[in-house]
């Protein structure tokens, strides 16, 4: 159980361009779920945090007119790269979390977006 | 802030050696300690837990212990495979809310 999907697994578009990555979950309810950013050989940052049918919470330095997160439903959330360029190419995952998901709502991860911005 | 410190990569060992990937962390409070791996092109896994002091969290041969004295939660296998060879994230989470924070991550390659 506590399964989680993104889709595309990878993506390459023209510069200027948008790209809408989605992450679902697929057995639970995520009261929460959050998107992270990784460059190769590098750890996760995490992006933003957004729970179901409220405004995403970005961390600092993080565009929101530029990354825009959507959370419409307790198993959908989308993420969309607004007029790509280059330096937004970087690997994507998104992971998700439920109330009462053990003692420490864990936080069960999507297996990541690949985003190539030519 | 919390932070979370992990030993420089990457690591090579040889199949049935021994492995032990460092990690320290700062933290205000009492949180829970993570060990993920990552697999090439793929997303995390949660490896194994603990939440609190003294709790050795264990899973596939690999253990580790909270030592809340040293604030350490060393990763440890006593024989790796070919098939451990992937990238490892320490991280921790406070009693509070889900937020996550990370190592650096440690590469490790197994060669037969």
């Known amino acids: 159980g506590a399964v989680v999907s993104q889709h595309p697994s990878w993506v390459i578009c023209k510069s200027g361009t948008s790209v809408k990555i989605e992450c679902r979950s697929l057995?639970?309810?995520?009261?929460?779920m959050f998107w992270y950013r990784q460059f190769p050989k590098q750890s996760l940052m995490l992006m933003a945090t957004s729970n179901e049918g409220s405004k995403a919470t970005y961390e600092q330095g993080v565009e929101k007119d530029k990354f825009l997160i959507n959370h419409a439903s307790l198993t959908l959330s989308t993420l969309t790269v607004t007029s790509a360029h280059p330096e937004d190419s970087s690997f994507y995952i998104c992971?998700?979390?439920?109330?009462?998901?053990?003692?420490?709502?864990?936080?069960?991860f999507g297996p990541g977006t690949r985003l190539t911005v030519l | 802030g919390d932070s979370v410190t992990q030993m420089e990569g990457p690591v090579t060992l040889s199949e049935e050696a021994c492995l032990t990937i460092?990690?320290?962390?700062?933290?205000?409070?009492?949180?829970?300690l993570f060990w993920y791996v990552q697999y090439p092109g793929e997303g995390l896994q949660l490896l194994l837990k603990?939440?609190?002091?003294?709790d050795k969290g264990s899973n596939k041969g690999f253990e580790a212990t909270y030592r809340k004295e040293t604030t350490s939660f060393h990763l440890e296998k006593g024989s790796v495979q070919v098939s451990d060879s992937a990238v490892y994230f320490c991280?921790?989470?406070?009693?509070?809310?889900?937020?996550?924070?990370f190592g650096e991550g440690t590469q490790l390659t197994v060669n037969p």
């Open positions: 057995d639970f309810q995520a009261t929460t």
């Open positions: 992971s998700a979390s439920f109330r009462g998901g053990g003692s420490y709502n864990e936080q069960f």
């Open positions: 603990a939440t609190k002091a003294d």
């Open positions: 460092n990690c320290t962390y700062t933290a205000t409070g009492y949180p829970s």
């Open positions: 991280a921790l989470k406070e009693t509070s809310g889900s937020r996550l924070t």
